[in-house]
Structure formats: C-alpha cells, structure tokens
C-alpha cells in the first residue's frame, strides 16, 4: 500500500510539475506551439508512470492482455481545482481511460487541453484560414489600387498637363527634389514588392489541387505537386481557372515595367551663344561706330551690325562648309551680347580654360552665354572685325542618341562621348577653330534664370492609371479565387498529411513507403500503383539539392545566371566609360559621380526615341526592364526554396511528434501565412527583393530633359526630351545583393544535409508519395488533427514492417538493415 501510494504521490506531482512548466512557457512564449505543451506534459510523467501502469494519458495500451487497472483519481486529486474536469466530462469519455489509450485522442485530451478541440475557433485559427489569408490579399491589392486611381485622378484633373502628357508635383530646391523623387521611388517599391508576393501566394494556391483532383490523379496513375506552382498542376486546372491564373500572373509584367516609373525627376538644361573674339569686342568703344566692314568702311553700332553679321556669316560658310547659318533670333542675341558686355562687364565672370571647359561640359546644369578670348588672330583678315566664330548650342539627344553637349569646344563638331579626357594641362593649349583660346568670360545672372534652374519632381497619370486597371485585374482574380474555386486545396505539406491521415488514399493504400523516384519510376509501368514488397531499410543521407528536380534547378539557375551574367556585362560597359572619361574606376570616383543621380557619361544610348510620347514609353521600359527580370529570378527563387523546405519540414516528421502546418487550421493545428516558405525565411527574403527592386530603381532610371532658350530676349521653356540613364553605385550593389543570395542558395542546397536521424524517405511535392506514406493504423483517428511522427506502426510474423505518419504512443524510425513494406 505505501508503495503504491508513493507511486500516486510520485505520479501527481509529475503530473503537476509538467503541466505547470507547460503554462509558464506558454505564458512567457504566447508563439510556443500548444502541441509542444501536450507532448512536453506526456514524456515528463511517461517515466514514473510506465513503472507499474505502463501507459501515458494520451495514448491507448499497445498490450491488450495488460489487465492492470490504474488508480484513476491520482491525475485529477493532483491537478489545481480549476483544471480538475468536470464529472460529465469524465462521462462523457465513456470507455476512454488513460489505460486505454494507445493513440492521440481529440476526446480524451479536450477536458485537459481545451485548445486541442478542433470545433473550437480562436482569433490564430481564423486569422489564418485560407479565405482570410485572400481576404487579405485582397485588401492588399484593392488599397494599392484605390491609391493609384486616386492619385492618378488628382494630378489629372489638378495639375497642369505637359504635351507629352507629364504633370509637376514639386518645383524647387534640387537636394529637396531629389530626396522626394528617393522616397517616393522607396515606397513604390514596398508596394510593389507587396504586389508581387500576395500575387504569388494567390498564384500558388490557385495552382494548388484539392483533395477531389487529387484522388482522380491517383486513379488515372498521375500525381500533382504540393506546395509548389508546376506546370504539373497548371496543366490540372479547368479552362476558367488557367484564364485566371494567367490574368494574375501575367498582370505583374506591366506592373514592375511601369510602376517605377510613374513619377520622375527632371533636369534642366539651356540653349546659350558662343563667340571666339578678340578683347576689342569687349571694349567699350566697339558699342559705338566701331565696326569696320571689309571694304574698310566703318557702320554705326548697333543699326549696321547686322549687315556686318550678315556679310561676315556669308564669307565663312562659303568657305567652311561646316558652319550652319544662323538664326534671326542667333544674331539678335549676339548684337545684344555685343552691347551688354561692352556696358556689363563686371556681370561676366572670368574663366580659366579648365575652368571653361568643365563648366560647359556638365550637360545638366545652368550655362550662360560664353566668349572665348583669343588674340592670335588679325581682324584685317577676318574681314575687319574682333569676332572670328560664334552660334549657339542646345543640348539635346542628338547623334544616335547621344547627348550633344560640347560640340562647339572641337571642331568639328562632335558628341561629348567623342571628346578625349582633359585636365588642367590640356586647357592651357586650347584652341578653338584653330586659334588658341586664352580665358572665357560666362555672363551671370541673367534676369529670371533662377525660375528655370530650379529642378522638378513629375508624374505621368496615364502611365498610372495603367498600373491601376493592371492592379484591378489583380483584384478581380483574387474575388474569382474566392468565390469561384472556394474549395479547400492541399495548398501546404501539412494539408495534404492531415487530408490523407483523415481519409487515407484507397489508391496508394498498398503501396508501402515510396519516395518521389519511385513514383516516378512506377510511372514508367504499365500496371497501376500495386503490391509493396518488403526491402531491406537502407537510408542514405539527403542533401537539401535532391529534394527538387533537375528541371527545376535548371530552369531557376539558368535564369539567374543569365540575368547576373547580363547585369554583368552592362556594369562592366558602364565602368569601361567611366574610366575612360574620369580615368579611374575607384569606389570614390564612381561615389563622385552619386547615388542615383542623372549625370551626362551616364547615358543609356540605344538610338530609342527621344521625343514625345514616345520616347517617353520606350525610354521607360529601357528603364525598367530589369525590374521585370529580377521579379521572374524572385518567383523561380521562390520556389525553388521551397521544395527544399518542404522536404525539410517533411523530414523532421521522424525525429519528434510535430502537429501540422496547414492552411486551415483546426485546433492545436499549426497555422501559415506563405504556403510553404515559413514566416522566418519569407519576411527576410520580401526584405531583400524590396531592397533589391529599389536599387534597381536607383541604377537605371527615366530622364526627363527640360530645355531652357535663353538665346531669345528672356528665358523660357521649349521642348524638352526624355531619355535613360544608369547610376554605377547603386548598380554595383544591385549586382552584389541577388550574386549573394544566389550563392548561398546554392550553398545552402549543397552543403546541408536534412536532420542527421531521419530515415524518413525523400517525398519531395509528390501528392503520391505523400499519400503512400499516410496510412495510419485503423484507430488512430485524429492522427490529422494532433501531433504526429513517423516510423513503424506494425510488424508481419515475417518481420516485415510498415510505416506512416501516427499518434501512436512508441514509434521510431526502421532500424537500418530491417525489412520494410516499400514501393519497388
């Protein structure tokens, strides 16, 4: 009597001491799975029970003839009063005693573990059910869609259109516009991150079978892929549900082509006019009856100045070919530059040729007019007058689509990208026209030039309202996955586990344990899915790789690499200008040129238009072309970690008891919000393509070029052009981040192997496979409910075993050498 009352007091304070562990973790880790807290609360009392009653409370005795008969009141007399069970709870178990039980039951657990109760709907069960998850998914895409058309509607209807179809949204400073144009890009790129993955996860389970198209796979000797969108599956669908998966998928596209380039920065740049002249011109004598005509006869100023311009721009296009004779409004600026430097020349800043040259080869700054002073040239054979050469420059995208910007500092003209480097040396033996160039001067504040040196933050509303009605399909299609193909799918590892555990198979019912490769290798037979045989256990060690296909490593690296290898080139042609212009490719070189920042040996010139519309619309998909190939290297990314983590998750079934994963959680089930890549590895990998779309924003990017004409009496705005233009910095990262990610996807793949005691068989997504392997014994029937493990469940006279995924109370994996009921 004394013994068996220690055992009891043994017992109870065991009992006790777990369930109080399992509620003080839970309390201080609300994330801890409950399952963990039954399983925890089980072993720890196992020992001192199973030394005279052999039994646990979950669990059924696995020895029929044990007719010993537990003191049942010792779990009850230990626990707390408000966790004790009511009497009709304990009637309401009927013939459900702890030494009875030999698998997981729902009904006996319920009275001590409310949670396990399936019928019981919590906030986490319902959170993560697969309506709310498309609920959200919805929301998603339908705020972003109520944000584009609003905003597309507001600076429509508000703003002040351009002919090109371009609005102003801020003027002003340029560090302040280039900080908005930053963080306006940074959130485009959250919200089309955003877009992506929930277009993804809707992709992944409308790919995804239920358990109806499953079975007639089966019976048709077929299997689908869990978890992960295949062309297997796709080729599965129904006709409606292909139309809507490819609305969904192929709506991305536009998306990431236009969706960064809605909204824009602008740089400015100005016509201006150009002399070579002696320091006559500038003297103030010259503005009076100064100017001599080559028959020796002198002109007032400025009435005959004209005829003088007239005559002197007929002699020298006769006699170079190379000049263009210039405009009315070009001779009329030069006689009012004649008068205001001889009246104004304190406005004129003085230059030195480096000096010169710098200035008025940065293509996206202000420059005004310039004279360059040269006095090696006698005026008696120019026909008599002080200016040798002048017109004026526009920069625009000119020869194959390249910005002619200092074609006036060489003769002949040429493109900037055609002018060797120069320093401080070179600018001293400057020559223009063949005459050496001493200093410049650069007229200063030109009245209402600051208005148009101001830099611009632009939208383009159509181009937004085109992202919007895009965004709108993705909304339709998500309402159509909701409400049209409202049927649970076997959308996770653990829905098709806990489906076939609650409605095994008939198909693959005696097939034993199979494996991905030989379901595959039983394709090749003409029989259907037949007899298992018994097999020597010889479990090999499984490397992540082997968990997807060959096609689908191939697919997915050939992909990345060409797009790495693609990138790869287009660096290095951006590196080989740099240093043919600065020199040098150091880090603080390339830093000088900025982050992001339009700079003119920074041109993408693939001869694209320029002009209009047009050059808008192509310039913008020059830009954003890369979006869309690291978006497409992002899903194939996707999905190939996730076979690797489906077989990881498969794997750990056989080292301890796990409850399920599903996307319909019931009871103590475990919930998920990214089908089958876990919360810990898809948030980072959001992160880091969301990072990754914005350095791409930041390393090729739409230039919009708004020309400035200062030649007339005052400034104003003409025609501007749009162009592409890349950023080195940022590229360099942009290269680096996916390089990095990549190898270590590889890495990962190669060098891990799945957890060091499972003997689990590779399954991989087979739906037939998995289904093989869930044939759990006739009376364990809330298996697909409760924490399960896999392992040998029963053994023929002959030795031969059988395996599933169980509740059963001792399971473990086949000893190596041992006779297993296998697929041949």
Not at 28 to 49: D, F, H, K
Not at 247 to 253: D, G, K, P, R
Not at 696 to 719: A, G, M
């Amino acid at each position: 009597m004394a013994a068996t009352k220690s055992r009891q007091s043994d017992s109870s304070q065991c009992t006790e001491t777990a369930l109080r562990a399992d509620s003080e973790s839970q309390s201080s880790s609300p994330s801890r799975n409950p399952s963990l807290a039954i399983i925890s609360g089980t072993e720890a009392c196992e020992t001192v029970e199973s030394q005279d009653l052999n039994i646990g409370p979950p669990y059924r005795n696995l020895d029929p003839q044990d007719e010993r008969t537990p003191d049942v009141d010792t779990t009850a007399n230990s626990l707390p009063a408000n966790l004790v069970p009511q009497e009709e709870g304990i009637d309401s178990r009927n013939e459900f005693t702890p030494e009875d039980v030999a698998f997981g039951s729902v009904k006996f657990l319920s009275p001590w573990f409310p949670s396990i109760n399936p019928e019981l709907s919590t906030w986490r069960t319902k959170r993560s059910r697969r309506k709310f998850v498309i609920w959200l998914c919805f929301a998603t895409a339908f705020t972003t869609f109520s944000l584009n058309l609003s905003l597309s509607i507001v600076t429509w209807t508000l703003g002040k259109m351009s002919n090109d179809r371009v609005v102003t949204l801020y003027q002003g400073d340029c560090s302040i516009s280039k900080r908005l144009d930053t963080g306006i890009h940074l959130v485009i790129n959250i919200l089309s991150t955003l877009l992506l993955s929930i277009s993804n996860l809707c992709l992944q389970l409308l790919l995804s079978p239920t358990r109806a198209e499953v079975d007639q796979a089966h019976s048709e000797k077929r299997w689908l892929d869990i978890g992960v969108p295949s062309w297997r599956n796709f080729m599965n669908l129904p006709v409606w549900s292909k139309l809507v998966w490819a609305s969904l998928a192929t709506s991305s596209v536009p998306i990431h082509f236009l969706y960064n380039s809605v909204v824009f920065s602008t740089v400015s740049t100005n016509s201006y006019m150009y002399a070579t002249v002696t320091d006559a011109f500038i003297l103030p004598q010259e503005s009076e009856l100064t100017f001599q005509l080559s028959n020796g006869t002198r002109v007032p100023a400025p009435t005959d100045y004209q005829l003088a311009l007239n005559t002197q721009v007929q002699n020298k296009y006769a006699d170079f070919g190379y000049f263009h004779p210039p405009s009315n409004e070009e001779k009329q600026c030069m006689i009012q530059i004649h008068g205001d430097v001889s009246a104004n020349l304190p406005m004129y800043k003085k230059m030195s040729n480096y000096e010169c040259l710098t200035s008025y080869q940065s293509a996206f700054s202000w420059r005004p007019h310039v004279l360059l002073i040269s006095n090696d040239f006698d005026v008696a054979v120019n026909y008599n007058t002080s200016l040798f050469t002048w017109g004026s420059n526009t920069p625009n995208a000119g020869n194959n689509g390249k910005l002619n910007v200092v074609s006036w500092t060489n003769d002949p003209a040429t493109n900037w990208q055609d002018v060797a480097t120069f320093d401080a040396s070179d600018g001293v033996a400057w020559a223009h026209s063949g005459h050496h160039v001493q200093y410049c001067l650069s007229r200063q504040n030109i009245p209402g030039e600051q208005e148009f040196r101001d830099c611009r933050v632009q939208c383009a509303p159509v181009i937004l309202l085109v992202v919007a009605l895009f965004n709108l399909v993705k909304c339709v299609s998500m309402l159509w996955l909701l409400y049209i193909r409202p049927e649970q799918t076997l959308s996770t590892l653990g829905d098709a586990i806990a489906s076939f555990l609650e409605k095994p198979d008939p198909h693959t019912k005696n097939c034993g344990v199979a494996t991905k490769m030989s379901v595959q290798a039983s394709e090749k037979r003409i029989d259907t899915w037949g007899e298992g045989e018994c097999r020597a256990w010889l479990p090999a060690t499984t490397r992540w790789y082997q968990a997807a296909s060959l096609s689908r490593w191939l697919v997915t690296m050939t992909t990345s690499l060409l797009i790495l290898i693609a990138g790869t080139a287009v660096l290095g042609t951006g590196l080989a200008v740099s240093k043919r212009y600065e020199g040098s490719i150091s880090f603080k070189t390339l830093w000088s040129f900025g982050f992001g920042a339009t700079n003119a040996k920074e041109i993408i010139s693939w001869n694209q238009p320029t002009a209009g519309a047009l050059g808008l619309i192509v310039n913008i998909v020059i830009a954003n072309i890369w979006q869309v190939l690291v978006s497409f290297c992002y899903l194939a990314q996707s999905a190939l970690l996730s076979c690797l983590l489906i077989a990881d998750e498969w794997s750990g079934f056989s080292n301890e008891r796990k409850p399920l994963r599903v996307s319909h959680p019931r009871g103590i089930q475990r919930s998920t919000y990214f089908v089958n890549m876990p919360m810990r590895y898809s948030i980072p990998i959001m992160i880091l393509f969301a990072i990754e779309h914005w350095l791409l924003s930041q390393s090729t990017f739409v230039i919009r070029v708004i020309n400035i004409d200062i030649v007339n009496s005052s400034p104003r705005e003409i025609e501007g052009y749009t162009t592409s233009g890349f950023s080195l910095v940022p590229a360099i990262f942009a290269l680096v981040l996916p390089s990095v990610f990549l190898i270590a996807q590889i890495v990962n793949a190669f060098m891990r192997k799945y957890h060091a005691k499972s003997n689990m068989p590779l399954v991989s997504t087979c739906s037939a496979a998995i289904s093989a392997n869930c044939h759990r014994p006739e009376g364990d029937i809330d298996a697909h409910l409760l924490p399960v493990q896999w392992g040998v469940i029963q053994e023929d006279d002959d030795g031969c075993q059988l395996c599933s995924l169980t509740t059963l109370r001792t399971v473990s994996a086949p000893q190596t050498g041992s006779q297993v009921f296998t697929m041949p």
